[in-house]
T-cell receptor, first 116, second 116 residues
């Protein structure tokens, strides 16, 4: 089955700096890669996702890049703020055309701390 | 809409006891799933369902049973609890309506289970 590795496990940055979290996946058939943010004691929430037919996607301060050849994808957060502090999870799945779900395989998570 | 709800929020069991974690959604989502979250291991899929009467195993199904008699409810049963099942459990749901790509999975607030 699919295996997703996520690095680093912890990341500490100063407010205003950029943060980058990287994930690698094993199944070359995976084609959907969401990122979830989980604040302490809360539920995971989708913040951005990318499909395999796209190399990069941006949403304000958040961007995700995908390298299908190398089987890795990354989350980039620019101009970090203290409220970005949370656990971030990457995931991968095989989305089949005609259906709109896929079993998600998650990475281990990255604890991001943004210091004021 | 309440979204995805889970009960109870917290539960302590003794080894060998049984219990059912409840999950309900009011978004008419066909797809529902259960994950467990353990430190350093991300979220792992236990069981999932694509509609009433249809369930399948995920990555870590042993020790857990599910059934889906209605679209709204997807309970998770622990028949004989073990300390290894101490974890935070999340239920998630998404629509199967094809919209050109994978639909977002919405998570419930979680149930923190401790097995002594």
């Amino acid at each position: 089955g699919e295996n997703v590795e996520q690095h680093p496990s912890t990341l500490s940055v100063q407010e205003g700096d950029s943060a980058v979290i990287k994930c690698t996946y094993s199944d070359s058939a995976s084609n959907y890669f969401p990122w979830y943010k989980q604040e302490l004691g809360k539920r995971p929430q989708l913040i951005i996702d990318i499909r395999s037919n796209v190399g990069e996607k941006k949403d304000q301060r958040i961007a995700v890049t995908l390298n299908k050849t190398a089987k890795h994808f990354s989350l980039h957060i620019t101009e970090t703020q203290p409220e970005d502090s949370a656990v971030y999870f990457c995931a991968a799945s095989k989305f089949a055309g005609g259906t709109s779900y896929g079993k998600l395989t998650f990475g281990q998570g990255t604890i991001l701390t943004v210091h004021p | 809409n309440a979204g995805v709800t889970q009960t109870p929020k917290f539960q302590v069991l003794k080894t060998g006891q049984s219990m059912t974690l409840q999950c309900a959604q009011d978004m008419n989502h066909e797809y529902m799933s259960w994950y467990r979250q353990d430190p350093g291991m991300g979220l792992r899929l236990i069981h999932y369902s694509v509609g009433a009467g249809i369930t399948d195993q995920g990555e870590v199904p042993n020790g857990y049973n599910v059934s889906r008699s209605t679209t709204e409810d997807f309970p998770l049963r622990l028949l004989s609890a073990a300390p290894s099942q101490t974890s935070v459990y999340f239920c998630a749901s998404s629509s199967l309506l094809y919209a050109g790509g994978p639909n977002e999975q919405f998570f419930g607030p979680g149930t923190r289970l401790t097995v002594l």
